[in-house]
């Protein structure tokens, strides 16, 4: 109150600076409150943290200089008005965000502004993911449905009557309608993966006697694209607990991409190696092709993300292979590592617990 030090101003609370200082103590989010002639007044330990030091009795706008925020706690000084505002600094390794709730605080006939700072920063990504994701499979989907009516308006105006055309449109449209339903396969098997991922099976499932009935399952398709196939497995290895579905669409999805890609060597090679000191056993599926270029490594696992986006449409492929891949082995508590140098080829490995 006025006439008071600032050791003793009450804000209306009932309670001096050094009791304030005691509250904002067992808060655990960010506060920091700031007087009616704009300085910073007091803030708790992690308020003093998103500061920084030195900020306590400077102007407001020096250590937070945000303009929604800064607006907010106007508001609040000069209207008794609350509001809220996001505020977003550099993290040690990303962007993080803060909802800042600014509730004013009267104090001797004006108003001081309190604000607390709540991380918010996996709610936007989360939001971000989902925007990102509606976007891209809206994307994916409206090209195919483009084409289907570009063909279906065409087949009931010039070609009509013209047989050859028609066959020539419908084999254009059963290539669309093939490739939305891959689409929408993927995606719900990606939904099934992420739905059962925090499940860690318990089945012990022989990883050798499926690779064998993968390889043998896909030989055909590789012949036919000109690929060698082959599978090198020691004997004796051992049951591992697993879910056997996924790992079977595991191994499918790396090897149909290592097939699709593989373009100069010709020989796509899966390879089971027990790893006993680490407890793990090490599925490699290796290719010969053109590789890939480092820059592009990191990001192979996200959702629809592709290398070459036009060839992996042509081959058939989702962008969503290697993100369901990365589901099943978290789900199995294991590792995915991918290597790749252009010229030589590219290399998958899984690793697995064994117990």
């Not at 605080?105 to 607390?116: E, F, I, S, T």
């Not at 082959?230 to 499918?252: F, K, M, V």
């Not at 991409?257 to 390879?271: E, I, M, P, S």
Request: neutral net charge; contains cysteine; proline residues 6%.
């Amino acid at each position: 109150m006025p006439g008071l030090g600032p050791d003793r101003a009450a804000w209306g609370l009932g309670v001096d600076k050094a009791q304030l200082d005691g509250i904002l103590a067992a808060v655990p989010l960010p506060m920091v409150l700031i007087g009616a002639e704009d300085r910073i007044v007091t803030a708790n330990a992690p308020g003093l943290a998103l500061l920084g030091a030195g900020q306590v009795g400077r102007h407001h706008a020096i250590g937070l200089r945000q303009p929604a925020l800064l607006a907010a706690i106007g508001k609040a000084l000069r209207e008794g008005v609350g509001g809220q505002a996001h505020y977003e600094v550099m993290g040690p390794r990303s962007r993080v965000t803060w909802l800042v709730t600014v509730t004013p605080v009267p104090n001797g006939g004006r108003h001081d502004a309190l604000c607390a700072f709540q991380d918010i920063t996996e709610q936007e990504l989360i939001g971000s993911f989902r925007r990102d994701f509606v976007a891209n499979v809206s994307h994916e989907l409206r090209s195919p449905l483009t084409t289907l009516v570009s063909i279906i308006d065409t087949l009931r105006g010039a070609a009509r009557d013209d047989p050859a055309a028609r066959d020539r449109f419908l084999t254009a449209m059963q290539h669309e309608a093939q490739r939305m339903a891959r689409l929408v396969r993927d995606l719900l098997s990606l939904s099934r993966t992420e739905a059962e991922e925090r499940r860690r099976p318990t089945t012990p499932v022989d990883v050798a006697e499926l690779a064998r009935d993968v390889t043998d399952t896909l030989r055909p398709q590789a012949e036919a694209a000109g690929v060698v196939l082959e599978l090198a497995a020691p004997p004796g290895i051992p049951p591992i607990p697993a879910d056997a579905d996924q790992l079977t669409q595991l191994l499918q999805n790396l090897i149909e991409n290592a097939v699709k890609y593989d373009t100069l060597g010709r020989r796509v090679t899966v390879r089971l190696c027990p790893e006993q000191a680490e407890g793990m056993l090490r599925i490699d599926v290796a290719d010969q092709g053109e590789g890939i270029e480092p820059q592009h490594l990191p990001r192979l696992t996200e959702r629809f993300y592709r290398v070459d986006r036009a060839r992996s449409r042509e081959q058939g492929g989702t962008g969503l292979g290697l993100a369901i891949v990365k589901h099943i082995v978290n789900r199995h508590r294991g590792r995915l590592a991918i290597a790749s140098e252009r010229g030589r080829g590219t290399t998958v490995s899984v690793f697995l617990p064994t117990a």
